[in-house]
């Protein structure tokens, strides 16, 4: 399939996505659907490739398992998106589906912006303090006659995935996958990509551990290279959902270890109804509870913690509440 041709960069500026609160539909809440429309925007605009609806659904929470509610869900949101000036293409693809989706870049972009000073200088600010894992930005400020006059020390920096076409292309043909992984070399039956909370997860079977593996793809290293279509086999019975955990602290490979966070009476409540009451610890005279999360990746179980802002503290072990610490300290600067 020919791939997309980028709009010049003295032809458009680049548009994120904002989005209305919807309606909720007959599913979820209000933040649900408009959460499930975000993911959405993002995979579609993501992709190099139209996905078919069963991807979608895949990679994208919050749709029906299978059948009409699924179709009538997508075309819900196709609709709301439309209405909010966003263009969802329909391609002709291979397979059972016949039908593919994406968001082409050309139609996600604007003329020229022919901003003022003050605006080019605020637009100067925001490009240079996140980072896309490429020049684009960078070069796109040049296009836009908005030099940088001075280096800005990056919020985000979000890394650039040159594999996920090729990920994705893997799971539609069901094709093994080779890659490195920490340093070692990885072959992989995928079955599953899912992107969940601001990150790509790719779920198979893993040939040489003869068990189920999820890894984030934005840490697979290059390059990622497909076997032939139908060369993957994942054994009979294969749940990829329940290899990708709803927890994002439980995804990753590293051996779990437990983690003491204290929740104070106000959203004490309502962490125990998500995590389940076999998660408590300690319940405090005050109301308050201590909750013991078994994690595998540090980075999320500080991100959910930091969520909660002064309604949490993480108590142990004492490197993990240091590495909460330090961060807390670097919003500060």
Known sequence: MQAVRRPALSERAPLAPTLSPVPSGAKGSRIDRLERLTDLVLVLLNTRIPLSLRELADAVPGYPPEGEARRQAFERDKRTLRDQGIAVATEAIDGPEQVGYRIRPDDFYLPDLRLEPDEQAALNVAVAEVHLGDPSGRDALWRLGIPSSRPLAPVADV??????????????????????????????????????????????????????????????????????????????????????????WKIGEDEPRPVHVAVDALEGPR????????????????????????VTNERALLSWALALGAHAEVLDPPEVRAAMVEWLRGFDR
Do not use: C, N
């Open 159 to 248: 890394p650039s995935l040159p594999g996920l076409a090729t990920l994705f292309e893997a799971v539609r043909s069901r094709a093994g996958v080779e890659f490195g992984y920490r340093g070692e070399r990885r072959r992989l039956d995928p079955a599953l990509l899912r992107f969940r909370q601001g990150w790509w997860y790719l779920v198979g079977f893993d040939r040489a551990r003869e068990a189920a593996r999820t890894f984030r793809v934005d840490r697979i290293e290059a390059p990622v290279t497909a076997g032939a279509a139908g060369s993957a086999s994942v054994p009979e019975g294969f749940d990829a959902e329940s290899a990708l955990p709803d927890e994002p």
């Open 271 to 294: 962490v125990v109804q998500a995590l389940g009451e076999s998660s408590v610890s300690e319940r405090r005279p005050d109301g308050s509870v201590v909750v013991e999360l078994q």
